[in-house]
C-alpha cells in the first residue's frame, strides 16, 4: 500500500537558517503530494501541494519540489522564523483499491526555531 | 467563505460512555472524511462519507461509526469508549468532482477519555 517516510524530529534551527524537511512516499500510479502544517493546538493547514512530477508548490517562502525519480517530496524554507516553529506533515493522495481517494500522512516533523 | 468547522472544541467523557462529533464542510464540498490523531502520531483515516454513505474505511472497530446529511454537514459517533480513544479528532472536506483531490481540515474535536 501506500506510504509516506519523513525525516523524524525534533529539528531545532536558529533563525534565519535553512530549512530542509526530508519526505520520500512509496504509492502505485500518480499520487498527488502535500505538505500540512499544525501549530500547537490546531488542526491542520495545507501548506502546499503538487500534482505532477517535476511541479514546485509553493507558500509562505516553503517550497516542494515533486520529484517522481527519488519519490521525494522534500520541505524547503531559506529562512525560517520563530513562527514558522510547527509540526509538519507530508502526505499523498492516492487511489485505494476500491478507486476512491485515500490520503496517507507521514508521522510528523517537529520544527523548533529559536531566537 | 467559512472554512471546515468542527463542534465541540473539547470534550470529556468517562470510559463506557457514547460520543457526537459534529462537522461542517466546506462551501462547495460533498465529501467528509474523519480523522484520529494521538498525541505525537499523525492523523489515521477512519472512514469516508460521500452522498450520505460511507464510502471507505480505515482499520477501526465498529464502535466507530458516522452518518451524513443532505446538507453534507457529517456525525463521527463513538460508542463504549475506551481510554484509548484519547485523541484530536479530525474532520477534512473536499469535493469528489471538480479535478481536485485537496482535502481541507477544521481545527478538531479534542476528546479526553477518563
Known amino acids: 500500500g501506500d506510504s509516506v517516510t519523513q525525516m523524524e524530529g525534533p529539528v531545532t534551527l536558529s533563525e534565519e537558517a535553512f530549512l530542509t524537511i526530508n519526505c520520500t512516499y512509496t504509492?502505485?500510479?500518480?499520487?498527488?503530494l502535500f505538505w500540512y502544517v499544525q501549530y500547537p493546538g490546531e488542526g491542520l493547514q495545507l501548506l502546499l501541494k503538487a500534482t505532477k512530477a517535476d511541479d514546485k508548490g509553493s507558500n509562505k517562502g516553503f517550497e516542494a519540489t515533486y520529484r517522481k525519480e527519488t519519490t521525494s517530496f522534500h520541505l524547503e524554507k531559506g529562512s525560517v522564523q520563530v513562527s514558522d516553529s510547527a509540526v509538519y506533515f507530508c502526505?499523498?493522495?492516492?487511489?485505494?483499491?476500491?478507486?476512491?481517494?485515500?490520503?496517507?500522512f507521514g508521522t510528523g516533523t517537529k520544527l523548533q526555531v529559536i531566537p | 467563505d467559512a472554512g471546515v468547522t468542527q463542534s465541540p472544541t473539547h470534550l470529556i467523557k468517562t470510559r463506557g460512555q457514547q460520543v457526537t462529533l459534529r462537522c461542517s464542510p466546506k462551501s462547495g464540498h460533498d465529501t467528509v472524511s474523519w480523522y484520529q490523531q494521538a498525541l505525537g502520531q499523525g492523523p489515521q483515516f477512519i472512514f469516508q462519507?460521500?452522498?450520505?454513505?460511507?464510502?471507505q474505511r480505515g482499520n477501526f472497530p465498529d464502535r466507530f461509526s458516522g452518518h451524513q446529511y443532505p446538507n453534507y454537514s457529517s456525525e463521527l459517533n463513538v460508542n463504549a469508549l475506551l481510554l484509548g480513544d484519547s485523541a484530536l479528532y479530525l474532520c477534512?472536506?473536499?469535493?469528489?468532482?471538480?479535478?481536485?483531490?485537496?482535502?481541507?481540515f477544521g481545527p478538531g474535536t479534542r476528546l479526553t477519555v477518563l
Open positions: 462519507y460521500y452522498e450520505e454513505e460511507e464510502r
Open positions: 502526505a499523498l493522495t492516492g487511489m485505494n483499491s476500491g478507486g476512491y481517494q485515500k490520503v496517507t
Open positions: 504509492a502505485t500510479g500518480y499520487p498527488s
Open positions: 477534512a472536506s473536499s469535493a469528489t468532482f471538480g479535478g481536485t483531490d485537496t482535502q481541507y
